[in-house]
Structures are given as C-alpha cells and as structure tokens.
C-alpha cells in the first residue's frame, strides 16, 4: 500500500500557475494524497482543494503551516509556479522503500509551451556551465544529494519535524538549510531522474538576472554562516572567475604579458561558453540568447555570491 502524501502549495494567491499546478496534481497516478494550498488572502479558493489562509509570510513558513495541519505520512513541496508530471508520486515513494532516504527530489524541467526566452533561461539554467546545480534542471541520472531543491521536494513528516521543520528567515536558499538539517541527523537524500517536475522560467535577462542574484547572494553568506552543503568549488567558480580577470587586468597596467594573459583567458572562457551553448541548442537566435545568458549569468553570479561573502546577515 502507498504512503500517504501531502502535497503542499505555498503561494502568494490563486494565479493561472497555481490553478495549472493544482490541476496537474488532481491528475496524478496516485491513490493516496491530499492537496494542501497556503495563499495570502481567505478570499483566494479552488473549490474542492484545502486552503489555508496564511497572511503575507515567507514560503518557509507556509510551509511550516501546511505541515502543522498535514496528514501525510510523507509531504511533497512543489512551487506554485511549477507542476507535477503525472508519475512524480508513485515514483518518488519506492525510493522510501530505503528507511535511511528522509527526502527525494528529482528535476525542474522547462515546460514546453515557455515562450522563448523562458526557454532560453531554462538552457542557461541546465548547461554544464553553471556546475553541478544543472542537475536540478535536467533529467540525467540518480544520485545521493545534499541539496534538493524545494520545488521539487518529497521528505517524511516525522524528518521534518526531527529537523526543526523550514527556516523562516533566508529565502531563497531555505532548501539548502533544511537539506544541511537532515544531513545532520544521518538520513540520505536522492536525486531522483524519474521524479519530475516542470518549472516555469523566469524569462532572460532582467528577470532571470534577479533571480540568480538572490541565489549568489544567499550562497556565498550561506558559505560563510552555515558552511557545510554550501563549500563546494562550483558555487565559487564564478566568483574566482571574476576575480582572476580584474587581477589579469590590474597586472597588465603594468606588464603587456598580463594583457596578453588577458585575452588568451578572455577568448577561451568565450569559445567554452559558446560551446556550451551550442551543446543545448541549435537554432541560431535562441544559440546567441543562452550564451548571452551563461556570460551574464556568471558575472552577476559571482559579483552577488561576494557580496553574500561580505554580508554579517541578510534581511528577512
């Protein structure tokens, strides 16, 4: 028999999203699940679904309120802004079959019907040029994690609440906090490839710019303050990028070597980022849109990952 599961929705209100997301979860292969949905205001109701209303709180802690009033034996967190694929439970609870694995997670796919530069931000995302976390944005392989995102995210209730349920303080980053819980108390974490989700983009640039800084942001003073499932050399590639061109750039006021040195690394760091895009597309528009946004990723990535660094606590 299957466990059951809570699914919990954390939203600002009812949107087009949210109503595509409760849609596609009413549709699920599964036999044993209620929807559980955390808007802003009591006004906002989709008949037939359980609604919280919570005011205007952090998704950390509607997330909190939907595991307080959760039947579930296990809790599935989806984004309001995303949707399931139709297996995402029954293939996420053989996984629970291990009583050491507290949580699984699986990708954030690009929906097919995203509009161009969505889909351009969804290529950005998943190319091999921002490291390990493109693993969250394709589907690939399984593996042990320490650091599922919270889109895309199944734990058991009695974990969660072993852990201190979410932090209600940082967002985003919130996911690499209790993932970093969990570890702590010995349990395993999977990445599971056949658990799928499809996540809205936020199209390039602007948008898809704000939301990258918030992640540098939060991982580099998350690489300060809690350490842990946040070292890792990938979050600071680009930072260290940054760094080595403005030192190459001061060198060579002084030295013409260093110029040379310059744009030796200039041009190769550009063939490879071209190369990464061609590897994700092949239509010559959308080719130059990702490689515009794998560059400007890495730029305003490492820039907002320093100033988290430096930060002694961020805002609530």
């Known amino acids: 028999m299957n466990p059951s599961v809570s699914i919990i929705i954390p939203c600002k209100e009812i949107d087009n999203y949210v ?31 359980k609604t919280i209303s919570t005011g205007s709180v952090t998704p950390s802690a509607k997330r909190n309120i939907g595991i307080a009033n959760s039947k579930g034996e296990l809790c599935a967190f989806i984004d ?50 921002v490291g390990s976390l493109s693993n969250r944005y394709k589907a690939q392989r399984s593996f042990e994690s320490n650091d599922i995102h919270s889109c895309n ?17 940082y967002w985003p980053g919130e996911d690499t906090l209790i993932c970093l819980a969990i570890r702590k108390l010995g349990k395993k974490l999977i990445e599971a490839s056949d658990v799928i989700v499809y996540h809205h983009r936020r199209p390039l640039l602007l948008s898809h710019l704000k939301q990258v800084s918030r992640f540098g942001l939060h991982r580099g003073f998350f690489a300060k303050r809690f350490r842990g499932n946040s070292l ?24 013409s070597f260093f110029w ?22 092949r239509g010559v528009k959308l080719l130059f849109s990702v490689w515009l946004g794998i560059v400007t990723t890495h730029v305003v990535y490492g820039m907002s990952f ?11």
Request: aromatic share 12%; with cysteine; glycine share 6%.
């Open 19 to 49: 109503r595509e997301c409760v849609s596609q979860c009413e549709r699920l292969d599964f036999d044993n699940y209620e929807i559980i949905m955390l808007p802003d205001s009591k006004a906002d109701r989709i008949a037939g679904i």
């Open 80 to 129: 309001s802004d995303a949707y399931p694929s139709k297996e995402w439970l029954r293939n996420a609870v053989k996984y629970f079959n291990d009583p050491q694995v507290a949580a699984v997670g699986g990708p954030g796919l690009t929906p097919k019907e995203e509009n161009f530069m969505q889909k351009a931000s969804g290529h950005v995302l998943s190319s091999f040029m």
């Open 153 to 169: 995210f199944i734990v058991r209730k009695a974990v969660l609440e072993e852990a201190g349920g979410w932090n209600e303080k």
């Open 232 to 255: 890792r050399l990938t979050y600071f590639l680009p930072l260290l990028l940054l760094l080595s061109f403005l030192t190459f750039m001061f060198a060579s006021l002084f030295n």
């Open 260 to 281: 040379h040195l310059l744009l030796l690394a200039l041009v190769t760091y550009l063939c490879a980022t071209f190369v990464a895009a061609m590897l994700e597309v």
């Open 306 to 316: 320093l100033v988290g660094l430096m930060k002694r606590d961020l805002a609530r």
